[in-house]
């Protein structure tokens, strides 16, 4: 295979080529026109001072993890347990003495909450056996809806009870 005449020039004057070095000003041209910026003491601060706030975010992040252990999970999720379970029955108790009957006014709700308390046993047993967050969410998600079904149900029975009976509204 012949080489390129030009090839063959290169090789030849090769040492002549060595010899000179461009300045300063050429190398800058090729940088700009490349689009690199000449490096300046303002890019180098503004690099160390977002490796120092990304090096002081994990610590503070990794601390704050280190301090929040699943104990404290543990301790937090009973305290919100315990709060909407007490509300559950308070507003159980409020319907039953309102209402002035012995047994719950709303059999549909009462089956609604009686499959919920069955879906929270299973999810309890779930948690004691992982302690996983979201089994923990879901526990809280359920307490909630029984807490805003018997909301609903203390509405209802408070309207009733409020309401002008017929014979109180026709006597004038």
Same mark, same amino acid.
């Given at each position: 295979? @012949? ?8 090789e ?9 070095q ?8 090729i ?7 000449? @490096?300046? @003491? ?9 490796? %120092? ?5 994990? $610590? ?21 347990e315990?709060?909407?379970?007490n509300?559950?029955?308070e507003?159980? !108790? ?14 549909? %709700? ?9 879906? $929270? ?5 779930? $948690?004691?056996?992982?302690? @996983?967050?979201r %089994? ?18 203390? !509405?209802? %029975? ?11 509204s026709?006597?004038?």
């Amino acid at each position: 295979m @012949s080489k390129d005449p030009f090839d063959t020039f290169i090789e030849a004057h090769k040492e002549e080529f060595d010899v000179h070095q461009p300045s300063a000003s050429v190398w800058n041209n090729i940088r700009f026109r490349i689009g690199a910026k000449p @490096s300046s @003491s303002k890019t180098i601060w503004w690099k160390v001072a977002a490796v %120092v706030f990304f090096a002081c975010s994990g $610590y503070l992040f990794s601390q704050q993890y280190i301090f929040t252990t699943p104990s404290t999970h543990r301790a937090e999720f009973v305290a919100i347990e315990q709060f909407y379970l007490n509300q559950i029955e308070e507003k159980k !108790g409020m319907i039953l003495t309102i209402s002035q009957k012995d047994e719950f006014p709303f059999p549909e %709700v009462e089956n609604e909450l009686i499959q919920l308390n069955s879906m $929270y046993q299973v999810l309890k047993e779930e $948690y004691e056996n992982t302690h @996983s967050q979201r %089994v923990a969410d879901a526990m809280i998600l359920n307490l909630i809806m029984r807490t805003n079904k018997l909301n609903n149900s203390l !509405g209802q %029975v408070d309207k009733k009870v409020n309401e002008p009976k017929e014979d109180e509204s026709r006597t004038i």
